[in-house]
């Protein structure tokens, strides 16, 4: 064993002991779900995890597409370095990964499946129910495992005229509470972008526009609102989601990625489907968590499917970063353990195993003991 893997090991090791000292707390509801072994096995060796919700499959798209874009994107995430972990409730048990047979279970299901935010979780459970998980279910789950980083096509937001139906989506909250990062291509465009922004102000979560200044409208590269904060690489976006999770700050991070140029669809028509579609829903009474899938699924007529193939470009796009930034903060979080002091207890006493930056270089091939750890 090479002292850079042995070193790593004990990484790992010390992070189980610290949760073992914490008690409960970091625990709590663990035993309640179902995690996929590769990604029980990706988590307990510190390797990169990204989460995905499951609402894209049961009420984004239709049947068989749901399932092949569902696939795709899991594949990017492999092919880049990191472990997908899909997350559904089925048969009222909160999944954390789910197998092939399971997907397409979900993809079946389709609308059956509940569309399914932290307010619906223990309903669901507890009638043992089906609930495809919306942005706010999926980051709830994947922060109670430990995964940081969760991939969507696009977040809720404060809906349009939302400051007098005070129709606000729970993925906001959630952003105020949770600490995971979302890669996301923004807020969709069917929202009111400038609120939504100035609610995640008030929650204190760090929004960040990647490659840009300005913050992505979903279908379209920018939403002529600009953010505080751009990064341009996998590792700056890693080395702020470190930064928010050791300060314990408490929220997530919003990072923005713009649609590929060539996935982009004509702003104006997007906006002029919206805004036809906005009318029939108020004409039809479509409110509440049934107005998002009526809008998108409309946009998508309205638009002859251009909305639905950019949605799926989009999704595909932010898994990419996604991988790529769970890989940056997995490998970040290997070299900060292994730099810093590793302490921890036994019932029997107390051992503190210290490695500095230069006690990295010892060779195990010239004795320096290495392979003994």
């Known amino acids: 064993m090479s002292s850079s893997s042995a070193l790593s090991r004990l ?24 995690i996929a072994p590769e990604v029980s096995n990706a988590l307990s060796h510190g390797r990169a995890v990204v989460a995905l919700e499951s609402t ?53 299901l389709g609308k059956k499946a509940q569309k399914t935010a932290r307010r619906d979780i223990p309903h669901i459970v507890a009638t043992r129910g089906n609930g495809a998980t919306t942005v706010s279910a999926s980051m709830f789950f994947a922060s109670m ?15 349009r005229h939302g400051e007098n139906t005070m129709d606000i989506s729970s993925d906001l909250t959630e952003l105020g509470r949770t600490p995971v990062a979302v890669i996301s291509a923004g807020v969709k465009s069917i929202l009111d972008i400038p609120r939504t922004l100035e609610y995640l102000e008030t ?17 379209t590269e920018s939403s002529g609102c600009e953010v505080p904060c751009r990064l341009d690489s996998p590792e700056e976006c890693a080395q702020l989601i470190h930064a928010s999770i050791k300060l314990r700050l408490g929220a997530g991070v919003l990072i923005g990625v713009p649609i590929p140029k060539e996935h982009a669809a004509s702003g104006s ?3 002029s489907a919206i805004q036809r579609a906005l009318k029939e829903a108020r004409d039809n009474k479509v409110t509440g968590n049934a107005e998002t899938p009526f809008l998108l699924a409309r946009v998508n007529e309205l638009t002859g499917g251009a909305s639905l193939a950019a949605n799926i470009a989009l999704v595909k796009n932010n898994a990419l970063l996604g991988a790529k930034i769970a890989v940056a903060l997995a490998n970040l979080r290997q070299r900060k353990s292994i ?22 270089n010892m060779d195990s091939d010239k004795g320096h003991g290495g392979s003994a750890l």
């Open 269 to 271: 028509l997007i906006e």
């Open 11 to 34: 990484a790992n090791l010390q992070k189980h002991f610290h949760r073992t000292q914490q008690g409960s707390k970091d625990n709590i509801g663990r035993g309640h779900v179902k």
């Open 145 to 159: 495992v430990g995964i940081p980083v969760f991939v969507t096509g696009g977040i809720g937001g404060v809906h």
């Open 56 to 108: 894209i499959i049961s009420h984004g798209m239709p049947y068989p597409q749901n399932l092949e874009t569902a696939k795709e994107v899991e594949s990017i995430i492999k092919e880049n370095g990191a472990v997908p972990a899909t997350i559904a409730i089925l048969d009222g048990v909160p999944c954390i990964g789910l197998s092939n047979e399971e997907l397409q279970r979900l993809a079946n």
């Open 203 to 219: 929650q204190g979560v760090p929004v960040v526009a990647y490659k840009a200044q300005e913050f992505p409208a979903f279908f």
């Open 339 to 360: 730099a810093t002091c590793i302490s921890f207890k036994s019932k029997f006493g107390s051992i503190v195993l210290q490695f500095r930056g230069h006690a990295l």
